[in-house]
């Protein structure tokens, strides 16, 4: 049984800083990827960051130069650095693990909150 545990979120004023930590255990096959989305009131989720085995990133415009994914591939665990928060940035963010296999996966978890607010 795989499951994905996020931790780190919370209320924060805008300018602030927060890091998301999510692990993942129950993997048998490795990962290839792990990410964060993040889905605001009414909106869709979206990709907010992603980060390879070898440790390549891909951000969404709107966090890059504030935000910073990293991952510990021994615990399968991945970070989110966020700096610099804005308002905008409020939503709940969802860690994501996947691999193009075989055997193919892709997992999601529960979801954190953020909050950017004065």
């Known amino acids: 049984q795989v499951q994905l545990v996020e931790s780190g979120g919370g209320l924060v004023q805008p300018g602030g800083s927060l890091r998301l930590s999510c692990a993942a255990s129950?993997?048998?096959?490795?990962?290839?990827?792990m990410g964060w989305y993040r889905q605001a009131p009414g909106k869709q989720r979206d990709l907010v960051a992603s980060?390879?085995?070898?440790?390549?990133?891909n951000y969404a415009g709107s966090v890059k130069g504030r935000f910073t994914a990293s991952r510990d591939n021994a615990k399968n665990t991945v970070y989110l650095q966020m700096n610099s928060l804005k308002p905008e940035d409020t939503a709940v963010y969802y860690c994501n693990v996947f691999r193009a296999g075989p055997p193919r996966y892709n997992y999601w978890g529960q979801g954190i909150q953020v909050t950017v607010s004065s």
């Open positions: 980060i390879t085995t070898r440790g390549s990133a």
């Open positions: 129950g993997i048998i096959f490795s990962i290839d990827s």
